[in-house]
């Protein structure tokens, strides 16, 4: 990866293509944005993954995150809440939807990767598929 600054942004050259870092939003991509986004980027692919292996077919996965943030200590972030909901013809049970969400924590790579200083909360709720999904 190769990263170079730019008036008021960092360019990253990565494999898929240029992408603008900024502190400002109107310049790019703010670093907690991306941040949370790579969290839940690889916690709802393994999701995912774990449902297809699960065979537990879905029609969709939606995902929430909220933070909390300590403005006493430069914004650091000190919890970070993923909410997963899936839509499913046959909704899981409370028991399997605990159970995946543990998986995902477990084996999840950015989530390991913090979960030492960073409070990760990750539930998974699921729902019977309407007519309108």
Known sequence: ????????????????????????????????????????????????????????PYDKIEMEVSSIRNPDQANRIEQISINALVYTEKPLSADQNDKISKLVVKNCGMIQSVINCIEIVFTIKSTETTGDE
């Open 1 to 56: 990866m190769k990263f170079i600054i730019e008036n008021e942004k960092l360019i990253g050259n990565l494999e898929f293509g240029a992408l603008d870092i900024s502190p400002n939003a109107q310049v790019g991509y703010r670093p907690f944005e991306l941040f949370v986004s790579s969290l839940t980027g690889c916690s709802g692919t393994l999701l995912r993954d774990i449902l297809v292996k699960k065979r537990q």
